[in-house]
């Protein structure tokens, strides 16, 4: 079961049905209609919903940084998964995001986006691009079910059972794979 912690309304969740609880979550209602998303469509739960709305709200006050800064330092977060759901709405919210990744040096940051506007050069905040541009340095691509892998493309072995990643598996979080090339089969 899923631990939640919660401080001046954030809600971070310690792993989710596919990372373990070694890694802090956190998701927000997602401002864009991206077709295709691969995030776990749970915003139809009414408790989930509600926690969603609370958390963007919370990510466009004055103490988002602080708040979530004391969340993670607080629980000792070595990994932290921003927007399992959602999405960096805007360039100011990316930039508060590398300043908290800048304050938790201590912590890996992965995140996955479809937005053409961001980039960072942080050692410790991998952006995932989920739609595949020359100059992305890390993508993901979903692949449907009995296709084959692409070469030179590493497959998720999270699959069925939804319990590999960060537990049997951490390549996508593994500071040390310098160019992620991952595909992800449909659920």
Excluded at 59 to 72: P, T, V
Excluded at 87 to 93: G, K, P, R, V
Excluded at 103 to 120: E, G, M, P
Aim: glycine content about 4%; some cysteine.
């Amino acid at each position: 079961m899923t631990q939640y912690v919660k401080h001046n309304g954030l809600t971070v969740s310690k792993g989710n049905i596919k990372l373990n609880e070694k890694c802090g979550v956190f998701n927000l209602t997602c401002c864009f209609n991206c077709t295709g998303c691969y995030g776990f469509p749970s915003k139809n739960w009414p408790n989930v919903k509600a926690s969603l709305a609370r958390n963007l709200k919370s990510s466009k006050s004055k103490d988002f940084i602080a708040n979530m800064n004391f969340i993670i330092k607080k629980h000792q977060f070595k990994i932290f998964r921003p927007h399992s759901e959602g999405e960096f709405y805007s360039l100011d919210y990316f930039k508060a995001w590398e300043t908290i990744a800048e304050l938790n040096k201590q912590c890996f940051f992965v995140a996955y986006t479809r937005s053409d506007y961001i980039q960072s050069e942080q050692n410790n905040f991998r952006l995932i691009d989920s739609i595949e541009r020359p100059k992305s340095k890390h993508m993901a691509r979903i692949i449907e079910k009995g296709q084959d892998t692409p070469k030179g493309w590493f497959l998720c072995p999270d699959d069925k059972e939804h319990d590999t990643c960060l537990t049997s598996c951490n390549y996508c979080y593994n500071p040390k794979v310098k160019n992620v090339r991952v595909a992800l089969p449909r659920h």
